[in-house]
C-alpha cells in the first residue's frame, strides 16, 4: 500500500497536520493504534517492523525526537530497505524532522546560524545526519501552543523561588501555535520543485516576557517578593517594588528569528498569543 504522506508520531502536531491534510492521503501512527492510526513504535532496543508502514510518496514528517546519528540512520535506512526490497522503482520521499531550538544561542539565531551541538545534544546530531546524509529538512520549533497547551499555565514548572531567579535573567519566550507549525509542515509537503535542505527556525515571529504572563499566579507573585530582599534581583528588573517591574515584549530580547522561513515559503504565521 502506498500514500502520500507518512506522519511518524502523531502527537500534539499531529492532529492539527491532519485536519489540513485532507487534499492527500495520509497515514499517522501512533504507539497504541488509537483512533484509526497504524500501531507503531520506533525503539533502537528492539527489531522494528517497517513492514506495516506504508510506501509514502511524497513526504515522512518525523514528530518525535530522534536522539543520535545511529538512530536517525536507523529509521531512515530501514524504512527505505524495506519499501525497496518491495518495489525497486521507489524513491526516496522528503524527510520531514521536527526539532527543537534549544541548541540556537546566538542572540539573534537565523536558519544561517550553527547550532550549539552540546546544548542541543543527540537530537541535534540527529538532525545533521538528516540533513546531510539524506538531503531533509528540519523545522527547528519553538514553543508550541494551542488547545491544551496554555502559556500562561506553565508557570506551574516554577515551583521554586530559585527556578524563578534562573528564569528571570532571560525572560524571552518564543512560541508558535500548532496550528501554525502543521501550516508550516504542510508547505514543505507542497513545495514546489527540489525542497531545500537544512534546519528552519520556525517561531510565530514575536518574543513574549514570560514573566509578563506568569506573574498573574499567585505562587509566582510570592516568589518575586521573596526575591526581592535581594538587590541583584531589584537591580536586574531595574525597580524599587515589583508593582514597578515593567513587563512586556520591549523588556525582553528575541532571540529567534523565523522571517526566512515565512518568506521563503509564502505564509504567514495566523495565530498569537494574547495575555489576559
Known sequence: MSIQVLVLGRGFVGEYLEDILEDKSVATTTTDGRENTIKWKFSTD???????????????????PVQGEAAMRQLVDGYLACHCSLDPDYKSPRWIYLGSSRAFKEVPSTRFTKPDLDAGGLRT???ECLINEYGGCVLNLVGLWGGKR?????????????????????????????ADAARAIRACICYKGELPAGRWLVSDDRVYDMLQIMIGAEHIRMYLEELWQD?????????????????GPSEVT?????????SHFGIQPQYFYTIN
Request: aromatic share 10%.
Open 254 to 262: 528575541k532571540r529567534i528569528e523565523s522571517l526566512h522561513f515565512w
Open 150 to 178: 496554555v502559556p500562561s499555565e506553565w508557570s506551574r514548572f516554577y515551583t521554586s523561588k530559585d527556578k524563578l531567579r534562573n528564569r528571570l535573567n532571560d525572560r524571552s519566550l518564543h512560541l508558535i501555535h500548532g
Open 46 to 64: 528492539t527489531p522494528l517492523d517497517f513492514g506495516v508502514l506504508p510506501a509514502a510518496t511524497s513526504s515522512v514528517v518525523i514528530t518525535f
Open 125 to 127: 546530531f540527529a538532525e
Open 231 to 247: 538587590e541583584q534581583v531589584q537591580a536586574l528588573l531595574n525597580a524599587r517594588t515589583v508593582d514597578e517591574v515593567r513587563l
